[in-house]
């Protein structure tokens, strides 16, 4: 697994990079993102922290967009995971955990939840993702497909010996020990492994 996920790395760390500013014409509208973070370094070149895709056809910009700049965490499950490591020893942490993505859902909670302090944290995660995510993207045009690979991807990340975080990976503040593993990633890790061979059709073939 370990030289999979290496093949992984190097194919993926020679991909043109995105980052805060980026132009959604240069993406595909179908595909796959994988996600790098400052600081984060695995197979002697930045390791992935992320993987993740889309449902909705050509709808693969407007889902980056979504996780890594629209101030909303409850269209974002990413990041709201960025927010729980920021709010880490804050009380606020218990009403960053509710959705108010509704309108009964917000009328409920309208005495609950801090909605200016929940404005701030926003702002703070998108200016974390900011100022230290990048990501590469690759095109996948059937849906089926583009599910069963980020399965794959993650599986053979989380089964790699040579992946793991840094001492100071924000992600490690995360209450959930999966994220603390070292991708913002808690679904789809124990799926079907790509072996060394598949790994290298599979970027031959994309």
């Known amino acids: 697994m370990n030289d999979a996920c290496r093949i992984l790395h190097e194919w993926a760390n020679g991909l043109p990079k995105f980052s805060h500013g980026y132009s959604v014409d240069k993406l595909p509208k179908n595909g796959i993102y994988i996600v790098f973070e400052k600081g984060e370094i695995a197979h002697n070149a930045d390791r992935i922290v992320r993987v993740g895709t889309h449902t909705g056809q050509n709808n693969l910009g407007k889902r980056i967009f979504e996780h890594l700049y629209k101030p909303n965490k409850d269209r974002s499950v990413f990041r709201k995971h960025i927010g729980r490591c ?44 900011a100022d230290n995510l990048s990501f590469v993207v690759f095109e996948v045009t059937d849906k089926s497909e583009r599910l069963r690979l980020e399965e794959a991807l993650l599986s053979t990340i989380t ?6 975080p840094s001492k100071s990976w924000l992600g490690l503040k995360h209450q959930n020990p999966r994220i603390r593993q070292g991708l913002w990633n808690i679904q789809g890790l124990n799926k079907g492994i790509l072996s060394t061979n598949e790994m290298k059709s599979l970027l031959e073939e994309y």
Not at 159 to 164: D, T, V, Y
């Open 159 to 164: 089964a790699c010996k040579r992946c793991f």
């Open 86 to 129: 920021l709010l880490a020893d804050n009380p606020f942490l218990e009403q960053w955990n509710l959705d108010s993505t509704t309108k009964v859902n917000r009328e409920k909670y309208i005495n609950i939840i801090d909605f200016e302090k929940q404005k701030e944290t926003e702002e703070e995660v998108t200016q974390y993702i």
